[in-house]
Structures are given as C-alpha cells and as structure tokens.
C-alpha cells in the first residue's frame, strides 16, 4: 500500500503523508540530526519511536501527553530545552504524540527565535485527522482551554496507522468523533465514505484507517487553505465544538475525551438546525445517528448522563464560556446539508434550555 500525498496549499504550502511507513518520510526530508529537536509523547515513543529512523541521536524531550502538558510550565521547559540543546534559527522541531504535543511543540516552536520549523508525527487518530494539521498551537490558561497560541504552519505531517494500533478505546473514539465532523464539514462525498467505512474501522485495518485518515486531511486541506487563520469558512471545523466544550467543561476536562463530547455536540448542532429550521433534510439525523451507532459513539446528553453529571444548569455555565463568541453569547455552527454550515449563529435561551434539558 502506497503513501498518499496530500499539499496543503498555505504559503508555504507542505505534504501531509498519510499511510504504511509515512514516517520514513521523515528521515527522507534529509534533516540534519544537529538541526533537529524532538519533543514526543513518553509512552508512544517507548512504543514507536524506532520508527523516527535516522533521528535516535537527535536532542529529545520525551513528556507525559495530555491536556495537563499544555501548561505555560511546560512550554518554558521545552523552550529552555530548545535553547540548551543550541538550536539555531534553521532548526526544526520534529512533534511525535496525540494533539497536546503538537500544540505544545508546535507553539514552542513559533515563539523560539521568533519562529523555526515544525514537523508533525500525530500518534493518535484524533491527531492524525485533526490537530496536526492546520497549524492552530495553545496552551491552556487558568481560565480556560487553548487560551494561548499561535497559527504556526508545520513543513510537512506524516501520519502512519501503525502507530494507531496500541490506542487505548477512548483515544479512539474521541479520533472518530472528529472524523464524523470532518465529514459532515467536507460534504455529501465526505459522509458517504465515512459511512462506507464505518463497518470497518472498528478492525484497525491499516488500508481502512489510512483512506479515513486521508479523507479527514483532505477536508480539512481545503479549508485551511482557503483561511488560515480561521477569519471564516475554517470556523466550520468547529461544528459541535462549542456544545462539546460547555460538556467537558461541566463534566470536568478530561472526565470525557474531546472528541466524544464532540460528537454529541454534532447531534445538539444538528438539532438546533432543524429546530431553527436550518436543516434542509432530516433524514440527516437518522444517518448520523447511524453512523454515531456503528462507530460505537453517543450521539445524546442522555447517552452521557448515566456516567457523567451534566446538569442543564452546569452546562449552560458551560456555553457561557465559549471563547468565540461575545461574553455570554455563544456562537454555533449548524448545519442546511453536508458541506453547507451556517456560521457564527446565536441560539435563544429557551432553544438551548430545551436542547439541555
Ligand atoms: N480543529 C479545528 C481547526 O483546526 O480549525
């Protein structure tokens, strides 16, 4: 099975490698290991650092993943570490881990020297669909979630399935329910392969994850390179995101993994559009609940609330935080058709009350 390229057409422009072996690439980009910082995940790089070929003796700072690494702590040591390893303005930094290291390492290396090179190397699904490509970095602050970042555009993504075969379960669903809004935000071609998919992802097939991993990236390639800096369309990836937000936020960060929250959040977006009568077809409902079904994710509050404590009240707590819309008035992404979003659209409080409920 071959290696699929897909360019990301920002200025520069770079290669998301998606497949067998895509971290070779890697090795191929001809970096030299005295240029070269890499930042990884302890635990996946105890089990597939080997694969970073060419780089073993290469300055390394191994930490433990998470949203708990995305501290301004943790992004002083890795500076200090950057800066003791001698790296110069030509260097790079070479991410290996889920989301939160490619956020840590990709804002580190936005702020060292005023900016040097990043590559990501995603070990979690949920990194490999979403949050290495793109170029968003944060930390987290006190008073919330990815308060501070930059949009710093990594020189190429190299995602290999292989390293997705040790995730634990909540890993992987939280990586499908961002897939499922990838699909949803990318089109009616977008769900129907998902949905063809779906069966099958559940056996970890290498040529199965590869081809969802590529259809997320290709998406999400589109739109980044129509607006980088999230200014408009790219604010369609963030479809269910400010419902999931307010249930994370209520059930305690980390308690329920992101992209889970998120696909309930798809469901709560979904039926606020039919509500406001947004949606064109309600068939859609019935076919994403399907698909929330067979890839083994809630698609309700209700579906959460056995295991979690997600008062109406709290949640609305939640909402009042979003960070992209004014104070106490949140914005949401809904949905006319697959591809079709409705940007930045406010909800009444009686809406919301009875969505929560
Ligand atoms: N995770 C959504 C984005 O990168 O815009």
């Known amino acids: ?69 995305k501290t301004l702590a943790q992004l002083g040591s890795v500076l200090d570490a950057l800066t003791a390893s001698g790296l110069s303005r030509a260097s790079t930094v070479i991410t290996f881990g889920g989301g939160s290291i490619s956020d840590l390492g990709g804002l580190a290396a936005s702020l060292y020297k005023r900016g040097i090179d990043v590559m990501h190397c995603p070990t979690t699904l949920l990194a490999q669909v979403d949050a290495a490509v793109g170029g968003k970095t944060a930390i987290n602050l006190k008073l919330g979630k990815n308060l501070a970042g930059t949009v710093h555009q990594p020189r190429g993504v190299f995602a290999d399935p292989a390293v997705l075969q040790s995730l634990p379960v909540e890993e992987w669903a939280s990586g499908l329910g961002e897939a499922l809004k990838t699909a949803l935000v990318g089109g009616e071609a977008s769900l129907k392969s998902l949905e063809m998919l779906s069966p099958e992802l559940t056996r970890q097939q290498p040529e199965t994850l590869s081809a969802l991993v590529a259809d997320c990236v290709q998406t999400k390639a589109r739109i980044v390179a129509e607006d980088p800096s999230e200014q408009g369309p790219r604010r369609a990836l963030n479809l269910g995101h400010t419902f999931a937000h307010a249930i994370e936020h209520c059930a305690g960060y980390g308690a329920i993994p992101h992209g889970v929250a998120v696909a309930v959040g798809v469901s709560l977006a979904l039926e ?43 949640l609305l707590a939640g909402l009042a935080q979003d960070k992209k819309g004014a104070v106490n008035k949140p914005e949401f992404v809904l949905v006319r058709k697959p591809g079709d979003l409705a940007l930045g659209v406010g909800m009444e409080g009686s809406l919301l009350q009875s969505l929560l409920g």
């Open 1 to 69: 099975m071959s290696v699929r390229r897909i360019e990301v057409q920002t200025n520069p422009a770079y290669n998301v490698y998606v497949g067998p072996s895509a971290l070779e690439k890697v090795h191929e980009c001809g970096l030299q290991k005295d240029c070269v910082f890499v930042l990884a995940d302890e635990k996946a790089w105890s089990l597939h650092g080997k694969a970073l070929v060419g780089l073993e003796a290469a300055p390394r700072l191994e930490i433990t993943g998470g949203e708990d690494a």
């Open 272 to 314: 606020a559009s039919a509500a406001m009568g947004i949606l064109e077809n309600g068939g859609l409902i019935e076919r994403v609940n399907k698909l929330q079904k067979t890839l083994g994710l809630p698609s309700s509050l209700a579906d959460l609330r056995g295991r979690h404590d997600l008062e109406p009240e709290g």
